[in-house]
């Protein structure tokens, strides 16, 4: 099974700043978890960050016939993206979305998420880890079709 992993602008920036809200985790921790992901489950991960909207847009149709699954975390992207809300339905490639924080007990300009609208589950809360459930997820679903 192949998985893109998506994150948006500034994720590459994770363990910098802000330890309250995104953790203490780095982005480098991150990549780390999902290698380490890729070996027990089995799975092939290809992640891919972008600070970029068109990039992203352009890596989920490039996801078409080559990926089995996508996770997301658009980052600020999540927010006011219907370009990427319209890329994953484009696809119709399984999605689960990511948010490292918890985006429901946050701003109130937080609380839309046009991308989780064409997404098969949303994960919060959970710090990177999310990412690990979001995988294990994709894989439950994927080998019950
Ligand atoms: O909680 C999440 O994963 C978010 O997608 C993270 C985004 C934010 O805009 C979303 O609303 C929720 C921000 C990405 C990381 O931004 C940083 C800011 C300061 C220091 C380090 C990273």
Known sequence: MKILVLNGPNINMLGVREPGIYGKES???LLALLER???????????????HEGVLVDKIQEA????????????AYTHTSIAIL?????????AVEVHISDVSKREAFRQVSYAGMACKKTIMGK??????EAILYLKEI???Q
Do not use: H, M, W
């Not at 710090?127 to 690990?132: C, F, H, T």
């Open 27 to 29: 982005f480098s921790d």
């Open 37 to 51: 992901t890729a070996k027990e489950e089995n799975v092939e991960i290809t992640q891919f960050q972008s600070n």
């Open 127 to 132: 710090g990177i880890a999310g990412y690990r």
């Open 86 to 94: 319209d890329a994953l339905k484009a696809v119709g490639i399984p």
């Open 142 to 144: 994927c080998n019950e």
């Open 64 to 75: 078409y016939g080559a990926f089995d699954g996508i996770v997301i975390n658009p980052a």
